[in-house]
């Protein structure tokens, strides 16, 4: 028997060989670990839970369940900058974060109102024609949520550059990924912006100036936001953790030129 065996060779096993022996679920798990990817339950085995459903948790971005995800994130984004809400600013429709981020730096706050007359606005206008706001009369611009609503988005740039001081800030926030829940809004609802997006406007817009932009968001904040749960319902480390992926909300600084000297 030893001799009839002398001829053969033993098995050879290497990783790949063992590999390719495994049944297709463990490869792609081991493929994953691989790329460095986090683990995730099989095909076929994801529990959805509460998501399981065809209209959402709530309609109302969260409104009715505590404070909407996107809020988090317009105000990590503008408390960041908090040090260029100073001097003469204007807000678009109010003045809630020039109160909230400004404070005693401000020395005169305005407010357009692109049709409401009413208090905190100061004066209404349309940002793609509002020739009757001087130019060049303020420090800081805040403007928050608001370009998706206007279609003549180059005409709103321009605006919004002409009446920057030289050196002057636009702070804006846009939205990423989203549900679309204002009726009253539906019809007006023109864009999504990315990081890419967003900064490219602001770049043809402001000339000789400086643009940064960013995203803010994660697989997690996302799905909430589109289902309509509050950001009381995650915890801030969820809150906190951004991946360029998944692009909730977009934030700008967009620095209009100096004056030359």
């Known amino acids: 028997m030893t001799k009839q065996l002398t001829g053969l060779r033993p098995a050879r096993f290497t990783l790949s060989t063992i590999g390719q022996r495994l049944p297709k679920p463990v490869q792609r798990m081991i493929t994953r670990i691989k790329l460095g990817h986090p683990f995730s339950p099989l095909s076929g085995k994801i529990k959805f839970g509460d998501l399981r459903r065809l209209v959402p948790i709530s309609r109302v971005y969260g409104w009715d369940r505590g404070t909407p995800v996107d809020r988090h994130y317009i105000e990590t984004f503008l408390g960041a900058h908090s040090d260029l809400i100073r001097g003469d600013v204007l807000e678009i429709s109010e003045d809630t974060y020039t109160k909230k981020f400004g404070g005693s730096a ?79 809004w539906q019809d007006v609802w023109y864009w999504s912006f990315s990081a890419a997006s967003g900064r490219k406007i602001f770049e043809d817009g402001f000339p000789g100036g400086t643009v940064e932009s960013r995203s803010y968001g994660n697989v997690l904040t996302t799905m909430a936001f589109l289902q309509g749960i509050g950001m009381e319902e995650l915890t801030r480390k969820e809150l906190d953790h951004q991946d360029p992926d998944y692009q909730l909300l977009v934030g700008v600084v967009a620095r209009k030129a100096a004056a030359a000297e």
């Open 106 to 184: 401000v020395t005169k706050s305005d407010v357009l109102h692109y049709d409401d007359p009413s208090p905190p606005a100061t004066m209404t206008g349309d940002l793609t024609n509002a020739p009757h706001v001087p130019s060049e009369s303020y420090d800081c611009i805040i403007i928050t949520q608001t370009l998706m609503l206007i279609y003549d988005l180059p005409a709103a740039i321009e605006t919004l550059h002409r009446l920057l001081k030289p050196g002057g800030t636009v702070l804006a926030t846009m939205a990423g990924v989203t549900q679309i829940a204002d009726r009253e």
